[in-house]
């Protein structure tokens, strides 16, 4: 059985950084993409950052230039390095991976404040 295990969450202040892992566990096969989402209070959840099997990216417009995501292939690991953060991305992110089957990781916390 697959399972998705996120860390690197936490609080940070404005500015700061944060790099969230995601590990997918299990026999897992034909990777197509590796992503992450993210779901704010009262809002809708909302991709942030994807990874295909070819290595090309694609960011939300919100994170360009200070978002980056990478990927593992040897780890079947995706990263999220997170720089310039600010208070609007505070919310919980969830790690999206796509083969066959659809699997999501169970959420880190986010939080930027001072």
């Known amino acids: 059985q697959v399972q998705l295990v996120e860390s690197g969450g936490g609080l940070v202040q404005p500015g700061g950084s944060l790099r969230l892992s995601c590990a997918a566990s299990?026999?897992?096969?034909?990777?197509?993409?590796m992503g992450w989402y993210r779901q704010a209070p009262g809002k809708q959840r909302e991709l942030v950052a994807r990874?295909?099997?070819?290595?090309?990216?694609m960011y939300a417009d919100s994170v360009k230039g200070r978002f980056t995501i990478s990927r593992d292939n040897a780890k079947n690991t995706v990263y999220l390095q997170m720089n310039s953060l600010k208070s609007e991305d505070t919310a919980v992110y969830y790690c999206h991976v796509v083969t066959y089957i659809v699997y999501w990781g169970q959420g880190t916390q986010v939080t930027v404040s001072s």
């Open positions: 990874i295909v099997s070819g290595g090309n990216t």
């Open positions: 299990g026999t897992i096969f034909n990777i197509q993409s």
